[in-house]
């Protein structure tokens, strides 16, 4: 049975009703009193892992905030400075509390008669807490903390001029759509000259977010930032070695598919050669998709899709909208990217992206969608922590939204023609968003192996790697400059270093529920469900079963997958579907 998408503020049993926190002085009483209760019965032991549930929650809900804001606003000084403080004043304050509360859990003798099935990985996590933890680093994870958030504020300053009009990077990539060549050449060379205005500053804020994770790693044991990431994440079911296996498969089994469509877009386009600007291009005469005119037209949209599938998915999204929950449209001086921010305590997240017009937004809007779904499905469990599902479970979430709401696109297309060409643009974006992440975590793996490196031989490095999974059909001819330093539009390099294969595992995830979804609608929604309800209670195995999925990245599966996306696109070009 669904939970409720009305969500109500919970009620307190901990702290006050009213309390806000404003500082660590007032915060610390409460973290005094978990450290000092008495817990000599296993029912005295689950008040307090509720108590300290609800303290996670408002603590975690009023650290989101700070930063949500920040990210809607980066030119406001006083939203920054706010972000600043819980980073480095009562962050750091927490984490002792917070290592010693973790052994006086794992020390305690009732904590072997808690149920094994639900508290399993919970434990296991405070256990790799415990064993991570370092005095030393909680002034740098501060540090990193704000350092990393620099990226919004210099990002979010990027903006172009087109035909007299100022514009945000993010609002000026829909010229790229256009089906007049030489606007979408001069747009493409504006952006990337605007990009390279800044190349020094995030080449050095870069340079110092490297020297300070490599000491994290060395405090506690480690021989580099990668090493000690893959336990700090949780990865108990993968390794480093696993990853380089992706990385084979993608050039070996995805590159040559995105080889094919671009050489079909070349076609499309009647052009000799495929550049650049030309890779989201529309042939003379066929207009841009323009899914919706506004934000508001995009959620509207969007909650009725989601009714289509299931109205408690509609419903949440209404929830969220009620409660304020949504910043969607572009404009200067906001964060790049797009994200949802689950807010632990009220249970309904937040969805922040950088809309301006274009199909793109309406993937990222949908995508979003199924993370939110993520946090109302996992938010009756009874404990905060047992809501922290891994990654590569959230974005199976937000994936499988993605190609589950395609059954429903009419309802941003009226036109069959343009519906046809949206969803085909769906499956090319599934298929063609593999090398890039490949890319992106075969970098983040050399530079933390190789903490020392120049400026020289990172640009090197990623040119290499770039090579290495780039589409030969291509042409770069004179634009090595941009190429060189394109790793910097990617915010996850900067602020939540090696989360970025998370979206290749969970793709391989959500196309295996598609397939599921093809099959048999019903059943597959139920495993969707069944898997996001149990929030982190489960294995990242265990979620996958849950959802009737292989926790599988071999070649052969992702081949298997490519062929099955591959057979919809040409059910697609041949006016099947």
Known sequence: MLPTADLKKPERHFLPAGYVIT???????????????????????????????????????DACWRQIRMTCDTENKELEEAFNYFCLQI???????????NRRLVENPHTKELDPKEYFTYLRGVRKRIELFRESNIPLYAESSVMGQQYGVISGKMTIEVNGQEYTLQQASKFLESHDRSLRESVYRKMQERRLQDKEALNDLYSKLIAIRHRMAQNAGFANYRDFKFEELGRFDYTKEDCFRFHDAVRESIVPLVNKINEKKRARLGLDTLRPWDVE??????????????????????????DELNPFFGNCLRTMQKMGRFDLESRKGKAPGGYNCPLAETGAPFIFMNASGQMGDLTTMVH??????????????????????????????????????????????????????????????????????????????W?????QHTLEERKQ?????????????VDWTGLEEFREFGWQKQLHLFEVPFYYIEYGIAQLGAIGLWMQYKNNKEKALSNYVQALSLGGTRTLPELYDAAGLKFNFSKDHIKELMTFVSGEMEKIDKGKI
Not at 296 to 304: F, N, R, V
Request: aromatic residues 12%; hydrophobic residues 40%.
């Open 91 to 101: 962050q750091p304050q927490i984490q002792p509390y917070a290592d010693r509360l």
């Open 447 to 451: 530079v933390y192996e190789n903490p």
């Open 23 to 61: 500082d660590w002085k007032s915060l610390e009483p409460y973290f005094h009193d978990l450290e000092q209760r008495p817990l000599d019965t296993r029912a005295e032991l689950e008040k307090w892992l509720l108590d300290i549930s609800e303290l996670e929650a408002v603590v975690s809900e």
């Open 281 to 306: 291009a529309e042939p003379a005469g066929t207009e841009p998709l323009r899914p919706f005119t506004n934000g508001q037209d995009l959620l509207t949209k969007t909650m009725s899709c989601f």
């Open 368 to 445: 979003e969608g199924g993370h939110a779904i993520h946090s109302f499905l996992s938010h009756p469990l009874k404990l905060s922590t047992f809501k922290e599902y891994p990654m590569e479970i959230a974005e199976v979430a937000s994936m499988s939204m993605e190609l589950f709401s395609m059954d429903h696109w009419e309802l941003f297309f009226e036109d069959k023609n343009d519906l046809a060409r949206a969803r085909e643009h769906q499956l090319e974006r599934v298929i063609t968003i593999f090398p890039w992440i490949a890319t992106i975590d075969k970098f983040q793996h």
């Open 461 to 473: 490095k990623w040119t290499e790697i770039l090579d290495e999974f780039s589409s030969k059909s």
